[in-house]
Structure formats: C-alpha cells, structure tokens
C-alpha cells in the first residue's frame, strides 16, 4: 500500500515507518520539517513539506496524487477532524486515526473495552489533560459520524501510554531517572499505595498493531484498543525494571498530593491519574486484526534500557528531587492522615470494638 503519513518525524512516525517498509509497503511523510526524529531505514523515504492547518496543501497534495490509505497522527480536535474528512473523504480506502484511550477519561470499569463511554465533564481529567482526553473524544465522533453517513473508511487506533527506544516514563511524565536511582539502589516513589494499573505499549507492538489494521478490511468502521499484554501496578511496572536490570527494587508511598504540591506541572500525573486503575480489554487486536504478538514488559524495558544506555540517554540521579521528595516527606512535622485519626479517636473517647464485625456476624442470626 502507498500510505501518507500525517506526521512521522518524532516518536511514533519512524518506528512506523521501519515497520511498513519491512512488510513491503511505500510510506510518504508529510509535515513542517521541524521535527526531525532519524528514520530508522536503510533508503530514504519521500517527505512532503507543508502544515497540515494551512487551507489548500493537502487538498493540492491529493489532488496531485493517489494514496491508499493515510496515518493521522496529528488529530487532536473536531476541527482537524472535519477537515481531514473533507479532503480525503472518497480520495482513500483507509483512513487510520490514532486517538488514544485518553478518549474514555477516568474509567468506570475494567479492564475497558472498546465499547467503554467516552470522557464527559463528570470524569474530567485536570487541565491540560483534559483538553486533550475531550479532544481525541471529539475526533472520533466526527469520524465515527462521516463513516455512518457516508462511509468515510476511518479506522481508529486507541494507544494506551507507549514507550520504548528514546521514551520511558515515571511519575514525572516522561523520564527515565528511576533507572539510575535503581543501579544505585535508591527507592523509588509511587504516588499513594502505588497500586494504580497501567497498561504501557511498546512502541514496536504500536507500529505493528497499525500496519495489521491498514491491512485488515473488517477494521474500517471500528475502534481498537492499543495497549501492552497485562495491566500492572505502577509498583510493579517498576519491580519489572529491577528485573530487567537484575536489581531489585525498592519503592517508597509518597501521599500523591505531597508530589503535586512540590511539582504541579509534572506530578500532577502522577496525584490525579497514575493513582487511578488504567486497564483495557485488547482482544479485538486478535479477534480482529489477527495480532497476537505482545512484547512482555520485562522484555521491551530490558530493550528500552539497552537502547538508552548505548546512546547515553540516561538520566543521572544524583541532586534528585526525588531524593528531596522521600527525605522532606519523612521529615515532615505535618500530621500525618493517620496520626489525625488516632488524635480523634482519643478526644471522642471512642471504644474500639474488640473484634472485627464480620467475625461475630453470621448467617444463623437469621435463620431463627
Ligand atoms: N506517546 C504516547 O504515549 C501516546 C499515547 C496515546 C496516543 N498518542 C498519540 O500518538 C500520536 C503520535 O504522536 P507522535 O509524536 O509519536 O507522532 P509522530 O508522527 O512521530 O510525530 C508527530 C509529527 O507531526 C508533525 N507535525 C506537527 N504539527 C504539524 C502540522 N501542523 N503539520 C504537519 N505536520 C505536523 C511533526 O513534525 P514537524 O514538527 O516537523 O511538523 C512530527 O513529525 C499523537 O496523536 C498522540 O496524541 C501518544
């Protein structure tokens, strides 16, 4: 397939490329030329300069040209949808939008299938994550609409957070500083009792998810789940690195809005979502789309390591604010959650109970 890619020069885009070249396809790029993440392939690749939001390129550009399905990396609102719709409407057989699961919000139930409800102002994220979680929503609804009404072949791919390569990702967003805190036998922090799920994808498992769907007829119309092979808790996402390292790993509860007060900009991922449960069903990738090759976490972290540390991407941890973080919390004089309590307990002069109810209740109690 000839396949435009709206994009493809920073995380995503050159992995997907690797990935359709491999499997014997002819991507084309399109962007600004700003962005210039290497492409990891042997001959170059065609690239189209031009802004996706200036009137007039990619309508000059299909006009020119026949592509059999396009990648939209960059849709992040009803607008971009509406115009994309417009120019490619009846011009390509595949139209493949990468959304992501941001689209449903905090979740109601999990894991979440496709047919979870989207994001509404009652389940909002905080700003500015909210702004993009409605505006993926946004997205799909006017794609989802152009295919019902007129059979705009839409295809919308719904990654869950993805890493791998130059990308990892800890309480700060992306960074990789817990890697050197657990070489050197630091603790790490998870926000709360660190028992959040999360669902990280390898980015590898991402391209190749894309390239089934571009492939598969009965995926037009239809939304997928993109995520990894099991939803862990964030504890465990990082035990997994202590695997892949050979080290173990010790991590230390750090009250979520202890690191939002340090760093509102960067933790507050970690205080209003990684304390929430992130899991999502991903059997219609192999119902549907046949994939069923998962990278294990432990696998694709012991990549992602090894990639980082041939290029010397890895954080170091010494003067961390982590560091900061575990030594100001411990030393706090604030009373603690637990000490309010006990503190309570003591001036009400409430009597605790000697045993747990569910001991002394039992079902005979009702039968007599
Ligand atoms: N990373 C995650 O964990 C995650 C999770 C869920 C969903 N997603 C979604 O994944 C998608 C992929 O992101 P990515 O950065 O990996 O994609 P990418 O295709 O590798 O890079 C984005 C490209 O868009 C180009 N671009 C930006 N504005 C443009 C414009 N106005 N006109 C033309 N080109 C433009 C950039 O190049 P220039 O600057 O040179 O134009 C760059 O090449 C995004 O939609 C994101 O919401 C990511």
């Not at 490619?88 to 939008?97: E, N, W």
């Not at 009652?122 to 007129?150: C, H, I």
């Not at 009792?193 to 998810?209: R, S």
């Amino acid at each position: 397939m000839k396949i435009l890619i709206l994009g493809g020069r920073r995380y995503l885009g050159p992995r997907l490329v690797k990935r359709l070249i491999d499997c014997g396809h002819e991507p084309v790029l399109f962007h600004r030329g700003r962005t210039n993440a290497p492409l990891p392939v042997e001959s170059p690749i065609r690239e189209v300069i031009g802004d996706r939001n200036q009137q007039g390129v990619l309508e000059e550009l299909v006009a020119q040209e026949r592509f059999d399905a396009v990648v939209d990396t960059l849709a992040f609102d009803a607008a971009g949808a509406e115009r994309a719709v417009t120019v490619f409407g009846g011009r390509v057989d595949k139209y493949l939008v990468i959304s992501s699961v941001a689209c449903y919000g905090r979740l109601l139930h999990v894991p979440a299938n496709e047919n979870h409800p989207y994001v509404d102002s009652t389940r909002a994220f905080p700003m500015p994550s909210n702004e993009y979680s409605v505006g993926k929503r946004d997205v799909e609804q006017v794609m989802l609409a152009a295919y019902q009404r007129k059979g705009f072949p839409v295809i919308i791919i719904r990654p869950s957070v993805s890493y791998g390569y130059g990308r990892l990702f800890s309480i700060w967003g992306y960074s990789n500083r817990h890697v050197s805190r657990i070489r050197a036998g630091k603790q790490v922090i998870v926000p709360d009792t660190g028992e959040g799920l999360i669902q990280p994808v390898f980015i590898d498992d991402e391209a190749a998810i894309v390239e089934r769907a571009l492939v598969t007829d009965a995926a037009v119309g239809q939304a997928f789940n993109c995520a990894g092979p099991v939803a862990v808790p964030l504890w465990e996402y990082f035990s997994a690195h202590g695997t892949a390292l050979g080290r173990p790993v010790q991590c230390v509860e750090i009250p979520s809005l202890y690191l939002e007060g340090f760093d509102p900009m960067l933790c507050v991922r970690a205080s209003q979502n990684l304390v929430f449960n992130h899991a999502y069903d991903v059997s219609k990738l192999e119902r549907v789309l046949r994939f069923q090759q998962f990278t294990s976490l432990e696998d694709g972290l012991r990549h992602t390591i090894a990639f980082q540390d041939q290029w010397g991407l890895v954080e170091p941890s010494a003067d961390d604010p982590d560091d900061w973080i575990i030594d100001g919390y411990n030393a706090s004089k604030v009373i603690k959650p637990r000490q309010q309590g006990e503190q309570l307990r003591r001036d009400r002069d409430y009597q605790l109970p000697e045993k747990s109810p569910l001991v002394t209740w039992a079902p005979d109690q009702y039968s007599a």
